[in-house]
């Protein structure tokens, strides 16, 4: 599982989170937009669960759509 997470202030909480789960969760300090979900991703089974901010909602949900060309309707 990958954490993506702009804001300082929840990455102490989250990083207790990593501690306790065993190597299954990668905590990215950043802003979800940079975020590169092709290389993140690369062709594995992926599920994504977001709470997301209203304003980057399209841009994020456009984006991991079109992650992966081998899924229907990614782009190369």
Known sequence: MIA???DPRCHAALGSLV???????????????????????????THIIANL?????TP?????LTA???RPGGRA
């Open 53 to 57: 901010p209203y304003n980057i909602a």
């Open 68 to 70: 992966d060309p081998g």
């Open 19 to 45: 501690e306790a789960a065993d190597g299954r969760l990668t905590l990215v300090e950043g802003d979800a937009l940079a975020f590169d979900a092709r290389t993140a991703f690369a062709g594995t089974p």
């Open 4 to 6: 993506v997470e702009t």
């Open 60 to 64: 994020l949900l456009v984006g991991w």
